[in-house]
């Protein structure tokens, strides 16, 4: 694949620590477009290795808006489902860029490892030192012995060595949209996690129309519902959590977008420190970055303070473990103080809901979000599905997916096809979706 | 004209810096952008902007913009201000030309989600 790709799918086997690349071929391409339905080809055809895939989109990295996402698909245990994960942030960016479309890692490693993906190479390390470190002190430990602040990682903390089945996977600090318990499959393969960093240069078949295409895109999006809103709050409030957003406000300091995302999904709280201060915080670690609607919302329905789910959804994130369902089995079994909850981490178990069908996360709101879609109505669960399976092909951020009517099917297929030289038609996007959905 | 950036509209969401590696590369690539979003401290939610210009580096913080002469940021940092480690390339890289053999240009202003920057 010559345009909008490394050209290049990485299998590491981390039983016999050996690492090989193939070419993504114009074939599967051309059939799979890209993103999960890439990913889930790939899981089909090492499944003796109970593979974990990591790729990105057919737009990632690039000036669509939005495109933002990579994805990790794998077997999920807590629902033995192939289930696809959304990377966010600016991890799916650092993977386009690494040098590798797809990373297929099987089997596993005799000792804690983790993989260190730059530039066209990948390492597989040891991992000894960070093992029994949490997802924060590991980051930390990487980029410090990288030398590099922009490292970019997926890691996972205790719960993800211990195999639990709340572990998540987590990405550089923040909580992901990891609710299938992926954390767990990274601990049965001593795998801690994955580094990347990259200076790759993605080249496009037609550079001239994409970009003036995207620049079309981008200029409706932002007429779009959504303009006025920002941050986690307003999301909450669309979903009918509309006490989010005063409960929330006294320690909101900053909101973020993921890369190129024309919505702040993020919302940075600050936990010791002045949230209105603007000058660079004293404190090294003043506060978090919060990613998790769901988890936001369970620990305020709790009765916990702001600053207590704030720090609550930290040490979730230290730990690795998903805080949508701390919050959901803490309700359930009635604990309510901050001590208490942290303290049953590594005993919590216990089913949690998960809306939808078990594919694509409902760390995404399974509903359109200040935007109105036309097609949502007649079948909400269907539209999202669907919604969520061409964002997750493509690249782009699930909840821009359900916040922008504007981004359309025509617009990514056409962009594609002006990308790749790839003639891309509604057919094969019926297929690569309905392969994901069956 | 110039550049001007608002710190405080910017959501830190790199497509000023992906516009501009377009606009160098002809491709998206990073390496050669003059603008840059500056996330080194990411724990701290600590960002902003910085643009290579001619004579020098404009900074825009969430306190407010900040105009240094080139070199300035390695060899003679402001008392109490950290170097910021994604500032060293800079000095490396090209300065701002306004894209101007482009006519979408200037592409980090066209691109930015949030209308951060604008023509000054």
């Given at each position: 694949m010559e345009y909008l790709s490394a050209n290049k799918i990485l299998v590491v086997d981390l039983a016999s620590a050996e690492v090989t690349d193939d070419e993504l071929s114009d074939e599967l391409v051309g059939e799979k477009i890209g993103g999960a339905a890439v990913a889930k080809h790939l899981y089909e055809q090492h499944a003796d290795g109970d593979p974990i895939v990591i790729g990105t989109g057919l737009l990632t990295g690039t000036l669509f808006p939005a495109a933002a996402a990579g994805v990790i698909t794998a077997k999920s245990p807590v629902t033995g489902k192939i289930s696809h994960c959304p990377i966010t942030l600016k991890v799916g960016l650092e993977i386009q860029y690494s040098g590798f479309d797809y990373i297929v890692i099987k089997g596993k490693s005799p000792e804690p490892a983790f993989l260190w993906i730059h530039d066209g190479v990948a390492d597989i390390s040891s991992a000894a030192d960070v093992w029994g470190k949490n997802v924060w002190e590991t980051t930390d430990t990487w980029r410090k012995a990288m030398g590099d602040d922009l490292i970019q990682t997926i890691v996972i903390g205790k719960a993800g060595e211990d195999q639990s089945d709340l572990a998540q996977v987590c990405y550089n600090y923040w909580a992901s949209g990891d609710r299938w318990g992926f954390g767990k499959n990274f601990g049965a393969k001593n795998l801690k996690g994955l580094a990347f960093r990259g200076m790759g240069l993605l080249e496009m078949a037609d550079a001239e129309e994409f970009v003036e295409l995207a620049l079309d895109v981008l200029e409706e999006v932002k007429e779009g519902e959504f303009v006025s809103k920002k941050g986690i709050g307003d999301i909450c409030t669309a979903i009918g959590e509309s006490d989010i957003n005063a409960w929330l406000a006294p320690i909101v300091h900053r909101h973020s977008a993921c890369y190129n995302t024309p919505y702040a999904t993020n919302t940075f709280v600050f936990l010791d420190e002045d949230a209105k201060k603007l000058t660079e915080p004293e404190h090294p670690e003043p506060g978090f970055l919060i990613t998790d609607i769901f988890g936001l919302i369970g620990f305020k329905k709790i009765g916990l303070s702001a600053v207590e789910a704030g720090n609550l959804l930290k040490a979730c994130a230290k730990y690795g473990i998903d805080a949508a369902a701390v919050a959901e089995l803490s309700l359930a079994t009635g604990k309510k103080t901050l001590a208490e909850i942290q303290g049953s981490f590594a005993t919590l178990v216990g089913a949690v809901t998960r809306p939808g069908s078990g594919i694509f996360s409902p760390w995404c709101p399974n509903q359109p979000l200040f935007g109105k879609f036309?097609?949502?109505?007649?079948d909400p669960t269907a539209w999202w599905e669907r919604r969520m399976a061409v964002a997750s092909i493509f690249g782009i951020h699930p909840i821009l997916a359900v916040m922008?009517?504007?981004?359309?099917e025509d617009d990514l297929l056409e962009i594609a096809t002006v990308g790749t030289e790839v003639e891309f038609s509604q057919d094969t996007l019926d297929n690569a979706v309905n392969y994901l959905l069956k | 004209m110039a550049i001007k950036i608002d710190a405080l509209k910017c959501t830190g969401c790199m497509a000023c810096e992906m516009a501009c590696g377009y606009h160098r590369?002809?491709?998206?690539?990073?390496?050669?952008?003059?603008?840059v979003a500056y996330r080194t401290k990411e724990k701290k939610d600590y960002f902003g902007v910085l643009l290579k210009r001619e004579e020098d580096l404009l900074i825009a913080r969430p306190e407010g913009t900040e105009i240094k002469r080139i070199g300035e940021t390695e060899e003679t940092p402001a008392a109490g201000k950290q170097q910021d480690a994604s500032a060293k390339p800079m000095l490396l890289r090209e300065a701002c030309d306004l894209c101007e053999e482009m006519d979408l240009g200037p592409m980090c202003i066209k691109f930015c989600p949030f209308d951060a920057i604008s023509e000054d």
């Open positions: 036309d097609d949502a109505g007649d922008s009517p504007e981004i359309t | 590369d002809d491709g998206f690539a990073l390496l050669s952008s003059c603008i």
